[in-house]
């Protein structure tokens, strides 16, 4: 019979309840505890998206649709795990159940489009970590924001939005992406590239006559972090006469804190303000032709490797 395949995929993770949240939020400062203030404030986000996120039960529901794909193309058979970056189960437990149920080859896949050595190679590193000195090879996806079928996925979602509008003359859409601090623009990181890269594609596909990027959920931190805002970026549309903005978070896959949040509750708030109309598209969730993107991301990474 032939071995299987392993398929990591790494993802973020939520805390499952309110009294995890202060430990998420140590794991995410990296063991350096948040200040009351910030705590509260962080419990006040995810009680407004009401108590939870629910990003844990997506990434789940992701995974699994992964596997069906991946266990009816046709090619070799998968194994497929889920590793999170910030909750359990984490990412090196993950790895070593791996190791231990015998896997040897694996694909990594990190539910996150755009490459950068602050986001997707740290869930790398972590999986690289835990699988060193054993005999599980571990071949990574760095990025796959230009995908075909994840760009059409994308690309009808951007074009029911726009239609919702009337007419697609009278609307920006505006492509967002988590936010990273400035830093990595001195060492040539390409996310805010590859994030211009999507945003175009998609453009083109639609003819879209007005495109703009921003980034949004910079962390609370001292240094600076890729602009412009969001925020900043809406009232700079609004000065400039535009009323109708399409907000595609073409950097997340999910349902999430960052999107319900950040976009549903805080960006609408200023849109109110300024008068203008904001829809955001859906977020790809476990849309089944996304899942299948996904399937052929990991399929050409292990072609790459002859191991498909
Ligand atoms: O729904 C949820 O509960 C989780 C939503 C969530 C997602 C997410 C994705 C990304 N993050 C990225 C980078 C950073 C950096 C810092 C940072 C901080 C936070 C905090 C929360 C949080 N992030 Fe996150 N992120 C999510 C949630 N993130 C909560 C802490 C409070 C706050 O700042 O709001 C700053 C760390 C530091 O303080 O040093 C950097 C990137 C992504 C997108 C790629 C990915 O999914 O990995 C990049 C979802």
Redesign the pocket.
């Known amino acids: 019979m032939t071995e299987p395949l392993g398929v990591l995929v790494m993802?973020?993770?939520?805390?499952r309840r309110l009294q995890d949240v202060e430990a998420?939020?140590t794991h995410?400062?990296?063991g350096r505890k948040p200040t009351p203030e910030?705590l509260a404030d962080?419990i006040r986000?995810?009680e407004a998206i009401g108590g939870v996120?629910p990003?844990n039960e997506i990434t789940q529901r992701q995974a699994e649709g992964l596997a069906d794909w991946l266990n009816r193309d046709g090619g070799r058979p998968c194994k497929v795990y889920l590793g999170m970056?910030h909750t359990a189960p984490f990412i090196g437990d993950i790895v070593r159940k791996m190791t231990d149920d015998g896997i040897r080859e694996a694909v990594t896949l990190?539910?996150?489009p755009h490459y950068?050595s602050?986001?997707?190679a740290t869930?790398q590193r972590a999986a690289d970590e835990a699988a060193a000195g054993t005999n599980l090879r571990l071949w990574h996806v760095d990025s796959w924001h230009l995908h075909p079928r994840f760009l059409n996925v994308l690309t009808e979602r951007v074009r029911t939005a726009v239609d919702a509008h009337g007419n697609a003359d009278s609307v920006t859409v505006l492509f967002t992406?988590?936010s990273?601090?400035e830093r990595i623009l001195k060492f040539g990181d390409p996310y805010p590239q590859q994030l211009r890269e999507t945003g175009l594609a998609v453009a083109e596909k639609l003819n879209l006559p007005h495109i703009d990027f921003a980034w949004q959920?910079a962390?609370?931190?001292n240094e600076r972090w890729l602009g412009p805002d969001i925020l900043e970026k809406l009232r700079a549309l609004r000065a400039a006469g535009h009323r109708n903005v399409v907000v595609c978070a073409a950097?997340?896959v999910?349902d999430?804190?960052?999107v319900l949040y950040d976009i549903d509750i805080e960006a609408q708030a200023v849109a109110r303000e300024l008068g203008l109309r904001l829809t955001r598209t859906p977020s790809l969730n476990d849309d089944p032709e996304f899942l299948r993107a996904l399937a052929e991301v990991v399929r050409q990474r292990a072609a790459a490797m002859n191991h498909a």
């Open positions: 993802a973020y993770g939520t805390p998420y939020y995410i400062r990296r910030l962080l986000r995810y996120s990003l970056k990190v539910l996150a950068s602050m986001s997707v869930y992406a988590h990273l601090p959920s962390g609370r931190t950097g997340f999910s999430h804190l960052e």
